[in-house]
């Protein structure tokens, strides 16, 4: 329980906490920024979309008026014909947050009378990380975990265990650390 002991925990938090926060954080967009979801402000949301990057992990929020707007997730085809007879997802309280669990389009219409065909559509594209299967993902904890094994002799595991011994240790530090007080 010395001075080094200690540093490799406070290390290890620190990294831990970075890793956790880089992955569990996301950019939060709004819809029509200022405007809102709306379709009397001919807000144009084709353009406010591909003016954004949105990744897996965001959240897009759509704030309106509820008594005038909803917001009806749907297919491809019933987002060109403005139908919203079979829903993947309704939200109707006015201030919707969704937050993108995984890539791809997400197509997002106003059911009210002639919302959508005025404009009040949005396509939120999400694409696949650039390359995942051929280009390493600098911000997954393996590639940066492994240097700091607090536990002598579990260096040489794969990065799987290696990255959940680094847990446990440092779970179990900071356990051990508060009982030694
Ligand atoms: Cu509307």
Known sequence: MG???????????VVFSALTSSLINGEVYNVGDSDGWTSVSNVDYKHWADTKEFHVGDTIIFRYNKEFHNVIQVSYENYKTCNATNPYATYATGNDSITIKYPGHFFYICSFPQHCQSGQTVDIRVPHS????????????????????????????????????????????????????
């Open 3 to 13: 001075f080094g002991f200690d540093m490799r925990l406070i290390v290890g938090l």
């Open 130 to 181: 650039l390359a995942p299967e051929s280009a390493p993902q600098p911000t997954l904890p393996p590639t940066s975990a492994p240097p700091i094994p607090p536990v002598p002799g579990n260096g040489t595991g794969s990065s799987t265990l290696t990255t959940n011994c680094c847990f446990y240790a440092v779970v179990l530090a900071f356990l051990a650390s508060i009982l030694a007080y």
